[in-house]
């Protein structure tokens, strides 16, 4: 009896031990270039090179700016695409962003809140946050009073401000673990 049992701890212990090693390799195989980089799990690279745009059409897809279903948000054009699949724009419009930009790259949606009052005093509703610089939460806005004033540049702020109507179609578009591609 104690030979057979042996035997058997020893199968598991091999069915363990190549289980892991698959995992690693996987986890090897998916993991991105550059690891300081946030990046969703599944998600395509993101171009962090200057993405092209087709200057007949300033809110036309970015070129580079991922696949899939997702938020692409535009640091230096100041706009943001909702995508749907086969990467049919379901809605684009421009942003205000606050003082403090997220690094290109690919997030998820962590956290939303319906309503709450911003880092710059303002009541702010349908807040999707997906990532802290220095402390600073990032996430998408809109002001309860419709406003988008540009930010104060001695304050450090995150919130990339939005109107009430793309503020809400971010909110049914954007839950909880949704991609956001940031790009130049």
């Known amino acids: 009896m104690a030979g057979s049992s042996s035997g058997f701890v020893a199968l598991l212990t091999t069915a363990a031990l190549a289980t892991v090693g698959f995992l690693g390799y996987q986890a090897s195989a998916n993991a991105p270039a550059d690891l300081s980089k946030p990046r969703a799990h599944g998600s395509p690279e993101v171009s962090t090179a200057k993405t092209a745009r087709d200057p007949k059409d ?28 086969g990467d049919t724009v379901k809605r684009t419009f421009r942003v205000t962003p606050g003082s403090v930009d997220p690094a290109p790259g690919v997030y998820t949606v962590t956290s939303r809140s319906s309503t709450i009052t911003g880092s710059d005093g303002t009541p702010v509703e349908h807040v999707v946050r997906f990532t802290t610089v220095e402390g600073i939460t990032i996430g998408f806005s809109a002001a309860v009073n419709g406003t988008t004033p540009p930010p104060d540049p001695a304050v450090k702020t995150g919130g990339i401000r939005e109107s009430r109507a793309d503020g809400h179609a971010m909110w049914e578009f954007a839950t909880i673990g949704r991609t956001v591609a940031v790009i130049p």
């Open 58 to 85: 300033p809110a036309a897809l970015p070129v580079g700016s991922g696949t899939g279903v997702r938020v692409v948000y535009s640091v230096g054009g100041k706009r943001v695409w909702l995508v749907g699949e």
